[in-house]
């Protein structure tokens, strides 16, 4: 069983800027592909972006370059930094990884004026 904890969520102005974290409890973190999903209200949850553990990397078309997934290993955490954030980036963020689908319980980021 891993526990991944999401942080850095929170209100941002359109074009600003966030930092989300994702703390897993394992010291085997090394060993996860790490995923980023997002869920708006009543929209189904969609893939952001991944890293997997040899750090080869993949983004969602929708994310055009704004996004950057990064993990640093010696801190079990993963991080997805969004710059030029959009109004339609507000949703819940999750973190998940594999093996295993382990699901974080998300961290709300809601991007208004």
């Known amino acids: 069983q891993v526990q991944l904890e999401e942080s850095g969520g929170g209100l941002v102005q359109p074009g600003g800027s966030l930092r989300l974290s994702c703390k897993a409890s394992?010291?085997?973190?090394?060993?996860?592909?790490v995923h980023w999903y997002r869920q708006a209200p009543g929209r189904q949850r969609d893939y952001v972006a991944r890293?997997?553990?040899?750090?080869?990397?993949e983004y969602a078309d929708f994310v055009g370059g704004r996004f950057t997934i990064s993990r640093d290993n010696a801190k079990s955490t993963a991080y997805l930094q969004m710059n030029n954030m959009k109004p339609e980036d507000t949703a819940v963020y999750y973190c998940?990884?594999?093996?295993?689908?382990?699901w974080g319980r998300g961290t709300q980021v809601t991007v208004s004026s």
């Open positions: 998940y990884v594999q093996p295993g689908g382990f």
């Open positions: 394992t010291k085997m973190f090394s060993m996860y592909a």
């Open positions: 890293i997997d553990r040899d750090s080869n990397i």
